[in-house]
């Protein structure tokens, strides 16, 4: 025997159709017996499991992802007449298991019809370069640069360009001062790093533009965009890789090299 709806239910299961976010309010409501309500939401059930698409930080680049959870939340304003709604989701990445969040925000008065979506933790559009994990081992006294360089990837990583271009600046700056000691200013600090061969007469004009970069940022209201910090970040790895790293691998190759052999 098949059972029909009331008019309340059926209303009920109308609403289920419109979408997941009425399903948590709805849901409690359905009667049991009823072939269109249970319809309903066995589609919202679906297209609960159907794999969105989003950005993975672990994998880079947009992945499948298994939506875990969902819940939307309306708003409106009943005097201005506004409104929008804020949706939350749990993904989970189909390739490597990985867990997030994504907020997708509506507002009624923004031209623009598609929602504003951010992630937590944050897209990740440059990650650590492979040698991070190197430093520990090979910076000595210098803590400070592994510490540094990490504040600097997460202020890029959360869209803080000016707090990045800042960050690059304490780096070379410290670094400059650990190697070749205070002498006073930045540009003599810079060119006894380069007397000491630190740095080529060419790396040192790259590093006069890092500083004068990061000063102008902190007293001149400079706001680098993101081409600008990606190329303060590409000059400062140089130099962290030349200083700290590069004298460990040349000796290391120089010891599997076999030696020339002497003409007899």
Not at 212 to 217: D, M, N, S, V, W
């Amino acid at each position: 025997m098949r059972v029909t709806c009331s008019p309340m239910s059926k209303s009920e299961g109308n609403r289920l159709h419109k979408g997941i976010e009425q399903v948590s309010d709805a849901r409690h409501k359905t009667r049991p017996g009823c072939i269109l309500c249970y319809q309903a939401m066995k589609e919202c059930s679906d297209s609960l499991m159907k794999p969105t698409k989003a950005h993975c930080n672990r994998c880079g680049g947009d992945r499948n992802h298994e939506v875990l959870h969902s819940i939307t939340t309306p708003w409106e304003d009943e005097e201005s007449g506004i409104g929008g709604k804020d949706e939350y989701e749990t993904l989970k990445c189909l390739g490597c298991d990985s867990i997030m969040l994504r907020h997708k925000s509506w507002f009624s008065e923004d031209p623009d019809p598609w929602p504003s979506i951010s992630y937590i933790p944050p897209r990740i559009f440059r990650p650590k370069p492979d040698w991070f994990a190197e430093l520990f081992a090979h910076t000595g006294q210098d803590k400070f640069v592994k510490r540094l360089l990490n504040e600097i990837y997460v202020a890029i990583q959360n869209d803080l360009p000016s707090l990045a271009a800042m960050g690059v600046r304490s780096l070379i700056e410290k670094i400059m001062i650990s190697k070749s000691g205070d002498q006073g200013s930045f540009l003599t600090n810079l060119k006894k790093f380069e007397e000491l061969g630190f740095v080529s007469r060419i790396e040192r004009e790259r590093v006069e533009t890092i500083l004068e970069a990061g000063h102008t940022t902190i007293h001149r209201d400079f706001s680098p965009n993101t081409s600008d910090v990606v190329t303060l970040v590409d000059i400062a790895e140089h130099i962290v890789q030349s200083v700290y790293l590069h004298d460990s691998r040349v000796a290391a190759l120089k010891k599997r090299v076999p030696p020339r052999k002497n003409k007899s």
